[in-house]
Structures are given as structure tokens and as C-alpha cells.
């Protein structure tokens, strides 16, 4: 059968961490990067890439069975992804939780409308954790979830102390408090304050002439991002930051813990461990591609998110080979 013709609008982290994983999936060909800079701005990992303007996209649906969309959240997908849902079909990470139903309602239309699927929110948080809750939740009713992100670089946290006056950069790392992970570990029912859960730790390059304390006091008392939270704060040096914190760390945990009969505990843990957070993030979206294409095939057309799709459309094998060898 002939490869899954994939497309790439947007290379950035993801973006390129896309062109990374379709190299590990041979039943998929890269056909072309999309992009709103000028195409010469683009390096594409391997030379024979063509590079498009984005404008171009509409006049190539015959050239593309998927298109990923590696947009930022925040101002790229709300308006790229019901654009590009009704001439593709198209999977994204759209990763804002408290939007997603919205957003899913804004994919459906124009999918539907043009007889295309659109797999919205693919990627680890959301994503697979999402899985591992909605499983864990089913298979022990009588229980808690507990969701831990890190040891973790956090990009919204990172900007937003990068924007205080005197820091000249900066990184946040979020890291779960490990007492309280044994705690949801052990089966304990107690629900954990956002304080228990989460530690923040920053590391800090400060402007010339800056206030340390200053600085300090305005990171750890910054409602929403850290006045709920136990911060540490580091003053480092421009080397140092440029050596010891330019990978994308991240992972976390989702911990079910429940009871079947009084008295008998049960736990489900699934973790991720990554040292790249966009390069998994990547490898996530292109697996779910290949079930969007599938479900395409199907007939099955409008929005879908990951509770939607079959594992077994993940895989690149038949499902005669998956019940041989994985069951
Ligand atoms: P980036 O900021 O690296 O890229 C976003 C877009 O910005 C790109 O598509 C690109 O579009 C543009 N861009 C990138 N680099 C430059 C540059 N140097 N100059 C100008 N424009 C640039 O974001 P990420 O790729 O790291 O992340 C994308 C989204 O993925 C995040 O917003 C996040 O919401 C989501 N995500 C989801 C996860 C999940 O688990 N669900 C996990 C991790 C991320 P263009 O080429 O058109 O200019």
C-alpha cells in the first residue's frame, strides 16, 4: 500500500520534532512543511523537504491525507484548526483544557461539513494521561485520580518570569512534592492541596544593576503562576543557563488508586519520563495521524479526541498481527 502522505503546518519545537518521528514510521512520507515565514527561514531535518508558504495549503488537498498541526494553543489553532479541518484531514495538540470543548465544537462544523476528520487535543497532557484518567476511572469507580507533572520545564511559567523587570532569562521547572506522590501511591483517599502536590524551582539571569530580592519577591508572590505554590528561586549565569537548561524536560504521573471491596486497595500508575516534551509531543501526533486517516477511510468524519480512536488504529500493524503478537 502506498505511504500516508502527511503535511506539517507550523515548525516550530513540534514541527520539527514531527519531521523527526515520521523518519521511525515507514508507512508515512513527508510531503512538505508549511509555514508563515518566508520559506528560506526554514531548515528542514533532511535537504529534499519541499517548504511552502502557508498560503499555498489550500490549493494542495489533493497532495495531502493528513495535515498536523503544530500551531501554538494559545493564538495559532483556535483560528488554524476550523480553517484547516474543512480542506484536510487534520490532528493538533491543542493543549488550553478548559477550551477544548469549545474548540472541538468549532473543528466539528466545518470537518463534518466537508466529510473530514479532525483529531483535536493529541499529545501526552492532553493526550495520553487523559486515556490513562478516563481508564483508571472506569476500571476502579471507587476511587481518586491523582495527575503530578515534572520533574518538568514549564514554558508559560518560564515566560512569565522572564517578563518581570530585571530578568534578563529564566526557567521554571515544576516538580512533584514526593511525599505526597507516595501518599496517592498508597491508596490514601485524602485529596491533595495544589501546595502538597507541586514544587516550582526557577533559575534566574539577572540585567545588570537588578534587585535580587526584588526579584524574588515579585516571582514567588505572582497570583496564579506561584503564590499558590512553594518556589525556589535561583540566581544563575548566562552560561549556566545556556548549558544546563536548554532541553525540553518534561513527564509526570497519573495515579488511580481505589478499592474493590472495603479494605482492598488497588493502584494504576502510568509515568512518562521525556527528555524532549515537543519530540514526544510529536511522536504522539503522528501515531494518532495514522488513525485519523484510518477513521477517515472509515467514513467517520467531524472532530474526534483520543477517547474516540481504537489503539489498535495507532498501531502501523494489521489487526491480525496485533492479536498474534500483543494479546
Ligand atoms: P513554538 O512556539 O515552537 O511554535 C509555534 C509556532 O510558532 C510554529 O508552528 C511556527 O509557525 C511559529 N514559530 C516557531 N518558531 C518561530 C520563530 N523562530 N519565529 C517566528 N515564528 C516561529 O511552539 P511548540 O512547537 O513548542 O508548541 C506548540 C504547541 O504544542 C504549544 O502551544 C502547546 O499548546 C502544544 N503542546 C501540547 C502538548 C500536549 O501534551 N498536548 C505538549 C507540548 C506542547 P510558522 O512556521 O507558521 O511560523
Given at each position: 500500500t502506498?505511504?500516508?502522505r502527511?503535511?506539517?503546518?507550523?515548525?516550530?519545537n513540534?514541527?520539527?520534532?514531527?519531521?523527526?518521528?515520521?523518519?521511525?514510521?515507514?508507512?508515512?512520507?513527508?510531503v512538505?512543511?508549511?509555514?508563515?515565514?518566508?520559506?528560506?527561514?526554514?531548515s528542514?531535518?533532511?535537504?529534499?523537504?519541499?517548504?511552502?508558504?502557508?498560503?499555498?495549503?489550500?490549493?494542495?488537498?489533493?497532495?495531502?491525507?493528513?495535515?498536523?498541526?503544530?500551531?501554538?494553543?494559545?493564538?495559532?489553532?483556535?483560528?488554524?484548526?476550523p480553517?484547516?479541518a474543512a480542506?484536510?484531514n487534520?490532528v493538533?495538540?491543542?493543549?488550553t483544557?478548559?477550551?477544548i470543548?469549545?474548540?472541538?465544537?468549532?473543528?466539528?462544523a466545518?470537518?463534518?461539513?466537508?466529510?473530514?476528520?479532525?483529531?483535536?487535543?493529541?499529545?501526552?497532557?492532553?493526550?495520553?494521561?487523559?486515556?490513562?484518567?478516563?481508564?483508571?476511572?472506569?476500571?476502579?469507580?471507587?476511587g481518586?485520580?491523582?495527575?503530578?507533572?515534572?520533574?518538568?520545564?514549564?514554558?508559560?511559567?518560564?515566560?512569565?518570569?522572564?517578563?518581570?523587570?530585571?530578568?534578563a532569562?529564566?526557567?521554571?521547572?515544576?516538580?512533584?512534592?514526593?511525599a505526597?506522590?507516595?501518599?496517592?501511591?498508597?491508596?490514601?483517599?485524602?485529596m491533595?492541596?495544589?501546595?502538597?502536590?507541586?514544587?516550582?524551582?526557577?533559575f534566574?539571569?539577572?540585567?545588570?544593576?537588578?534587585?535580587?530580592?526584588q526579584?524574588?519577591?515579585?516571582?514567588?508572590?505572582?497570583?496564579?503562576?506561584?503564590?499558590d505554590?512553594?518556589?525556589?528561586?535561583?540566581?544563575?549565569?548566562?552560561?549556566?543557563?545556556?548549558?544546563?537548561?536548554?532541553a525540553?524536560?518534561?513527564?509526570?504521573?497519573?495515579?488511580?488508586?481505589g478499592?474493590?471491596?472495603?479494605?482492598?486497595a488497588?493502584?494504576?500508575?502510568?509515568?512518562?519520563?521525556?527528555?524532549?516534551?515537543?519530540?514526544?509531543?510529536?511522536?504522539?501526533?503522528?501515531?494518532?495521524?495514522r488513525?485519523?486517516?484510518?477513521?477517515h477511510?472509515?467514513?467517520?468524519?467531524?472532530?474526534?479526541?483520543?477517547?474516540?480512536?481504537p489503539?489498535?488504529l495507532?498501531?502501523?500493524?494489521?489487526?491480525?498481527?496485533?492479536?498474534?503478537e500483543?494479546?
Amino acid at each position: 500500500t502506498d505511504p500516508i502522505r502527511v503535511a506539517i503546518a507550523g515548525h516550530g519545537n513540534l514541527g520539527r520534532g514531527v519531521e523527526a518521528a515520521i523518519l521511525h514510521n515507514p508507512d508515512m512520507r513527508l510531503v512538505g512543511i508549511y509555514t508563515r515565514r518566508p520559506a528560506e527561514q526554514i531548515s528542514p531535518r533532511r535537504p529534499d523537504t519541499p517548504v511552502f508558504a502557508i498560503a499555498e495549503l489550500a490549493g494542495h488537498a489533493d497532495r495531502i491525507d493528513v495535515l498536523i498541526l503544530c500551531g501554538g494553543s494559545k493564538e495559532d489553532l483556535p483560528q488554524q484548526g476550523p480553517e484547516y479541518a474543512a480542506l484536510f484531514n487534520t490532528v493538533d495538540s491543542f493543549d488550553t483544557h478548559a477550551r477544548i470543548p469549545d474548540y472541538f465544537a468549532a473543528v466539528d462544523a466545518p470537518a463534518r461539513a466537508n466529510r473530514k476528520t479532525a483529531l483535536i487535543s493529541a499529545g501526552w497532557d492532553p493526550g495520553m494521561f487523559s486515556i490513562n484518567r478516563a481508564l483508571g476511572e472506569a476500571l476502579l469507580p471507587d476511587g481518586e485520580t491523582h495527575t503530578f507533572w515534572g520533574d518538568g520545564l514549564s514554558q508559560g511559567h518560564s515566560d512569565a518570569v522572564r517578563r518581570i523587570p530585571g530578568v534578563a532569562g529564566a526557567v521554571q521547572y515544576t516538580r512533584p512534592v514526593p511525599a505526597a506522590m507516595e501518599q496517592a501511591r498508597s491508596g490514601s483517599r485524602r485529596m491533595l492541596t495544589t501546595r502538597e502536590k507541586h514544587q516550582r524551582e526557577c533559575f534566574v539571569v539577572l540585567q545588570e544593576g537588578a534587585d535580587a530580592e526584588q526579584v524574588r519577591d515579585t516571582i514567588v508572590r505572582m497570583p496564579h503562576y506561584f503564590a499558590d505554590y512553594d518556589t525556589t528561586v535561583n540566581f544563575i549565569s548566562a552560561e549556566e543557563l545556556a548549558r544546563d537548561h536548554a532541553a525540553m524536560v518534561h513527564g509526570g504521573f497519573v495515579i488511580r488508586s481505589g478499592n474493590t471491596t472495603a479494605g482492598t486497595a488497588q493502584t494504576i500508575e502510568y509515568s512518562l519520563k521525556l527528555e524532549s516534551n515537543p519530540e514526544f509531543t510529536a511522536s504522539v501526533l503522528v501515531a494518532y495521524a495514522r488513525a485519523a486517516y484510518r477513521l477517515h477511510c472509515m467514513g467517520q468524519y467531524g472532530a474526534k479526541t483520543v477517547f474516540d480512536v481504537p489503539p489498535g488504529l495507532l498501531s502501523p500493524k494489521s489487526a491480525e498481527q496485533l492479536r498474534a503478537e500483543q494479546l
